[in-house]
Nanobody, 126 residues
Framework: VQLQASGGGLVQAGGSLRLSCAAS????????MGWFRQAPGKEREFVAA????????YYADSVKGRFTISRDNAKNTVYLQMNSLKPEDTAVYYC????????????????????WGQGTLVTVSS
């Protein structure tokens, strides 16, 4: 199983970025996916998650209304559209795959995910 995150970069506050996470080595469409982030000196925190079908999504309060998670099962890719970015969104962003196929549980904690991408750095300048 491989997860390859991309799309990070430097953006000014108020700007937008779209992160992508390309999956391979498993049947992507069977698994819920999540995005987490980790700022320097802080613990990894939940950002957003999406069910295996794409029908259900879940967001951290800090990003609700600004970020949108989506997936394209035909392309084995999950996305995170980030709008109205703030300096406090600066972090390394990681995509992750749920451990159970066709799960009805969408987890907001790292223990619910057993595969992780390498991370992509997002820097928001003020």
């Amino acid at each position: 199983v491989q997860l390859q995150a991309s799309g990070g970069g430097l953006v000014q506050a108020g700007g937008s970025l779209r992160l992508s996470c390309a999956a391979s080595g498993h049947t992507f469409s069977k698994y819920n996916m999540g995005w987490f982030r980790q700022a320097p000196g802080k613990e990894r925190e939940f950002v957003a998650a999406i069910s295996w079908s794409g029908a259900s999504t879940y967001y951290a309060d800090s990003v609700k209304g600004r970020f949108t998670i989506s997936r394209d099962n035909a392309k084995n890719t999950v996305y995170l559209q980030m709008n109205s970015l703030k300096p406090e969104d600066t972090a390394v962003y990681y995509c992750a795959r749920n451990s159970v196929p066709y799960s009805s549980d969408i987890y907001s904690h790292t223990g619910g995910y057993n595969y992780w991408g390498q991370g992509t750095l997002v820097t928001v300048s003020s």
